[in-house]
């Protein structure tokens, strides 16, 4: 439970003979499923984001089980679960370069096609292998991809995790990057894993305009965005969001199946994990690193730098801005 220490940090007693104790405390997001807050293990310094859930409440075990059965490195991963006094402790992985919403709509703006394909190979990655366990994620969207302070990208938020075997009807998810099939789930049936392929669609244009789109119809929205950009964008990357947004889902390609794409194989946009390790900048500012190859003009090195802010890893109520999810100014 927590309890008052000394300095006046708070601290999580496991038992009365061992002890882990967590200190400096600050709450970094809050939803329906409870609060969540950056941590510091007092004996070896880890940070780490702790989620506190009321069990009195409704709660799914879908998204522990998820995390206890998962380990990749575009998944932020769990680090220990406690239960005391009708709460679930739950310490994950933190990434303290933030969200990709911040660092589009807070910071950086749009990001050019290099950057896109390598969000989105890492992306693609982390669901083939969800996929694979036999789980959807049923919210990916900007605010739920991250990166860490060496550039790499995590997805996160499981609140809305499926097994697959589960054959769902629920309709759910945010409204604006929810796949058509799960809108209609109630009247026509369950959806599998390709919803989270759309979604990653809906985002893949998120992070290319940082705008709203101009209709969010399932059966217009592709050629919606091809005729209302004012962004000069390849083939390849045209290619790319067509097939992800593909309405019927049993045409719709897999994450596997994207992966092999032109886009995210193309030699001008083939991009490789950045290096770990790199150093935090001083005057409160850090480098998130996409590095990509290019067969004629040979290595180029993309950093993105804005401010290191206070609050890190921010994890966002699933229904933000009073249901909008484009946010404006």
Excluded at 222 to 229: D, E, H, L, R
Excluded at 313 to 328: A, D, E, H, L
Aim: hydrophobic share 35%; aromatic share 10%.
């Amino acid at each position: 439970m927590f309890s008052d220490c000394s300095g006046g940090y708070l601290c999580l007693r496991k038992s009365i003979t061992h002890s882990l104790d967590y200190r400096e405390l600050q709450m970094i997001g809050e939803g329906g499923y409870g609060k969540v807050y950056k941590a510091i293990n007092r004996q070896n310094g880890q940070m780490s984001a702790l989620k506190v859930m009321n069990m009195d409440q409704m709660y799914d075990d879908n998204e522990l089980e998820f995390m206890q059965n998962v380990n990749h490195h575009n998944i932020t991963n769990l680090i220990e679960v406690y239960y005391w006094d009708k709460q679930l402790y739950v310490f994950m992985e933190i990434c303290g370069g933030g969200s990709l919403w911040g660092l589009c709509y807070k910071t950086g703006g749009p990001l050019t096609e290099q950057e896109i394909a390598y969000v989105t190979k890492e992306c693609l990655q982390g669901l083939h292998y969800m996929h694979g366990k036999g789980y959807m994620h049923r919210d990916i969207k900007i605010e739920n991809i991250l990166l860490t302070e060496a550039g790499k990208v995590k997805i996160c938020d499981f609140g809305l995790v499926e097994k697959m075997e589960n054959k769902t009807h629920e309709v759910t998810g945010t409204i604006m990057i929810r796949a058509p099939e799960v809108s209609v789930a109630e009247e026509r049936g369950s959806y599998d894993e390709r919803c989270d392929i759309w979604s990653l669609g809906i985002s893949v244009l998120d992070l290319a305009e940082c705008m709203s789109l101009v209709t969010y119809e399932s059966d217009k929205v592709y050629q919606s965005w091809i005729t209302n950009t004012k962004n000069i964008w390849s083939e390849d990357f045209k290619s790319f969001v067509r097939a992800a947004l593909t309405e019927n889902p049993s045409r719709r390609p897999t994450a596997e199946e994207l992966l092999n794409h032109s886009f995210i194989l193309s030699p001008q946009f083939s991009c490789h994990s950045p290096p770990t390790g790199q150093p935090v900048q001083p005057l409160g500012t850090f480098q998130v690193l996409a590095t990509a190859t290019h067969t004629k003009t040979g290595s180029i090195q993309r950093r993105l730098a804005w401010p290191l802010r206070k609050m890190t890893c921010k994890y966002v109520k699933r229904f933000i801005f009073k249901g909008q999810w484009w946010p404006s100014g």
